[in-house]
Every structure is written in structure tokens, then in C-alpha cells.
């Protein structure tokens, strides 16, 4: 061999599993290729290209962010603008986008926590309500038996007055009872 000779990492990586030893570890493997690379000047991804290519998605990440920040701060975490306006500009142009996106998707996922939580609550409200319902019915119930018991007792009171107002004996027994209440003033 007069050239030089490049491997590709899949192929390095499966030419070393077939040497015999030791087994070669991938996430290791793909760290020690990352720092040589790096160590020799070799920048595995370009960020001016980068940059250029995804320009309008920074510039709208910046956008969006602001609009997310509110909706965020309000729903969420009240209070830290300042907070989120700091780690928006230590972000890499290149992962705003993502920041912004990891803010909706953690926004979304609030108002669905929030919103299960209400239904619960309304659940919750709703098996009371019928609870209480069912303990008004048995009050009436108990209710209405009273009364009805009540109103037996008034009606045979009743009628024993009637009966009494026409019979003699009881007549001349009420007057001899008055006689004596008489006497006694």
C-alpha cells in the first residue's frame, strides 16, 4: 500500500469485534473516534454551514420563543422570565429551535395533567353530588314516615276528642275533674 488508507467507523468498529480479545465497547469506540477527531482539528459537524442551512428556523425559534415564554410562564412556572431568557441565549443557535420545542411539548403536557386532574376533581364532584342526593331522597323518606306516623297520632287524637265530646260518661267526668280544680282555688 503506497495511499493511505481511511476506515469508516462501522467498518473500524467491525473489524476490531472480529480480532480476537477483548470485546470492543460501541460507546466507547464512538468517544475515542470523537476526541481523536476532535483533538486533530476535525469539526464533525460545521456550524457556519449549519447556521446558513437553518437560518430561518433560528431567526423563527426567536419568534416563537417569546410567544412560548408566555404561554409557559403563565400556565406553568410564574415569575422566572429571567431565568429562561438567560438559558435562551447560553442555548447554541443550532438547538433554539429544540428549546423552543421542548418548551410547547412540557407546556402541552401540563395542560393535560392539569386538565385530567379536572376531570377527576369533576368526577370526584359528580359521585358526591349523587351521594348527597341519594342521603336527601333517604331524608325525606325518614322524613315523610315521621310525618305520616304524626299525623296517625293526631288523627286517632282526633277522634278520641269527637268520641268524648258525645260520650256522658266522659262528659260528667270532665266536670267532676273541673269541680276539683275549683275547690282547690
Known amino acids: 500500500f503506497d495511499g493511505i488508507v481511511t476506515?469508516?467507523?462501522?467498518?473500524?468498529?467491525?473489524?476490531l469485534l472480529i480480532l480476537p480479545g477483548e470485546n470492543a465497547d460501541a460507546d466507547l469506540l464512538q468517544e475515542?473516534?470523537?476526541?481523536?477527531?476532535y483533538y486533530?482539528?476535525?469539526?464533525l459537524i460545521d456550524s457556519l454551514r449549519y447556521s446558513k442551512y437553518f437560518g430561518s428556523t433560528i431567526n423563527s425559534a426567536h419568534v416563537v420563543f417569546e410567544e412560548q415564554?408566555?404561554?409557559?410562564?403563565k400556565s406553568i412556572e410564574e415569575g422566572h422570565?429571567?431565568?429562561?431568557?438567560?438559558?435562551?441565549?447560553?442555548?447554541?443557535?443550532?438547538?433554539?429551535?429544540?428549546?423552543?420545542?421542548?418548551?410547547?411539548?412540557?407546556l402541552l403536557?401540563?395542560?393535560?395533567?392539569r386538565e385530567r386532574e379536572a376531570n377527576e376533581r369533576i368526577q370526584e364532584a359528580r359521585a358526591e353530588a349523587a351521594q348527597?342526593?341519594?342521603?336527601?331522597?333517604?331524608?325525606?323518606?325518614q322524613r315523610d314516615a315521621a310525618w305520616?306516623?304524626?299525623?296517625?297520632?293526631?288523627?286517632?287524637?282526633?277522634?278520641?276528642?269527637?268520641?268524648?265530646?258525645?260520650?256522658?260518661?266522659?262528659?260528667?267526668?270532665?266536670?267532676?275533674?273541673?269541680?276539683?280544680?275549683?275547690?282547690?282555688k
Open 40 to 43: 486533530a482539528g476535525v469539526s
Open 132 to 141: 348527597a342526593k341519594r342521603k336527601a331522597k333517604m331524608l325525606e323518606a
Open 32 to 37: 475515542c473516534m470523537l476526541n481523536e477527531y
Open 69 to 73: 415564554k408566555e404561554k409557559y410562564l
Open 81 to 106: 422570565a429571567e431565568r429562561f431568557e438567560r438559558a435562551f441565549t447560553r442555548t447554541p443557535d443550532l438547538e433554539k429551535a429544540q428549546f423552543v420545542n421542548q418548551m410547547g411539548w412540557k
Open 7 to 15: 476506515w469508516l467507523p462501522e467498518a473500524l468498529y467491525r473489524y
Open 148 to 184: 305520616r306516623k304524626k299525623a296517625k297520632v293526631v288523627e286517632r287524637q282526633l277522634e278520641a276528642t269527637e268520641r268524648h265530646l258525645h260520650d256522658p260518661k266522659h262528659i260528667r267526668k270532665r266536670e267532676r275533674q273541673a269541680k276539683k280544680r275549683r275547690k282547690k
Open 109 to 113: 403536557r401540563t395542560s393535560e395533567l
